[in-house]
C-alpha cells in the first residue's frame, strides 16, 4: 500500500506562482506512475500531469503546458510548481499514484489506486 498525503496549497492573486507537495510512504518501490490531478464541485476529476518514475517522462495537460510542471525527488516527493496563475485554475488538486491494477492511460481516474486527501488552490482575480 502507498499513502499519499498533499500540501501547499493557498489563495494567491492571479499570475502568482505557487508549488504543492505530495509526500508518499509505505510500499513506494512498487509506484509506477505518480499523477496530479484537481476538481471542482460538480465538475469531473480531470488529470493535470503525470511523471513515471522509471524514465522521468512527464506529460502536462494542455490548459497547463508551459505554466505547471511535474516533478519527483529521491524522497517519493510528489511536486507541482505551477506559475503563471489562473482563476480557471482554482480547484482541489490531489496526487494519484498507479501500483497495481490495470492501465487505463494516465488521464483516466481508474488508472490511479492511491489517492491523497486534496488541498485547495484558489487563484484571485
Known amino acids: 500500500q502507498v499513502q499519499l498525503a498533499e500540501s501547499g496549497g493557498e489563495s494567491v492573486q492571479a499570475a502568482g506562482s505557487l508549488r504543492l507537495s505530495c509526500a508518499a510512504s509505505?510500499?513506494?518501490?512498487?509506484?509506477?506512475?505518480m499523477a496530479w490531478y484537481r476538481q471542482t464541485p460538480g465538475k469531473e476529476r480531470e488529470g493535470v500531469a503525470v511523471?513515471?518514475?522509471?524514465?522521468?517522462?512527464t506529460y502536462h495537460a494542455d490548459p497547463v503546458k508551459g505554466r505547471f510542471t511535474i516533478s519527483r525527488d529521491s524522497d517519493n516527493t510528489l511536486y507541482l510548481q505551477m506559475n503563471n496563475l489562473k482563476p480557471e485554475d482554482t480547484a482541489m488538486y490531489y496526487c494519484?499514484?498507479?501500483?497495481?491494477?490495470?492501465?487505463?492511460?494516465?488521464?483516466?481516474?481508474?488508472?490511479?489506486?492511491?489517492w491523497g486527501q486534496g488541498t485547495q488552490v484558489t487563484v484571485l482575480s
Open positions: 494519484a499514484a498507479h501500483t497495481s491494477g490495470s492501465w487505463f492511460g494516465w488521464s483516466d481516474s481508474k488508472s490511479y489506486d492511491s
Open positions: 509505505g510500499n513506494t518501490g512498487r509506484i509506477y506512475a
Open positions: 511523471i513515471h518514475p522509471d524514465n522521468g517522462g
